[in-house]
């Protein structure tokens, strides 16, 4: 199933004008994830080497994942 684009505006919107503030605080992650595709997942494993220089293109070629010994990257 995937949103419409109405529908991920509405909840943009609601993120953005929510009366708590810790939940105003996660907007821009929010509206990465939606508009990039980017799954939380690998949206964790980010560093600044992933992002090229003119901020064209981000490489997504990692992950971080739960497992029985914590939190594990995975390539």
């Given at each position: 199933m995937s949103l419409s684009a109405d529908e991920r505006d509405k909840i943009l919107n609601a993120i953005?004008?929510?009366?708590?503030?810790?939940?105003?605080?996660?907007?821009?992650?929010?509206?990465?994830?939606f508009y990039t595709g980017c799954r939380p997942?690998?949206?964790?494993?980010?560093?600044?080497?992933?992002?090229?220089?003119?901020?064209?293109?981000?490489?997504f070629n990692k992950a971080i994942t739960g497992s029985v010994d914590g939190l594990r990257e995975l390539k």
């Open positions: 953005a004008t929510s009366d708590e503030a810790f939940v105003r605080h996660y907007y821009y992650y929010y509206s990465f994830l997942s690998e949206a964790m494993a980010l560093v600044w080497d992933d992002i090229l220089s003119d901020y064209e293109f981000i490489k």
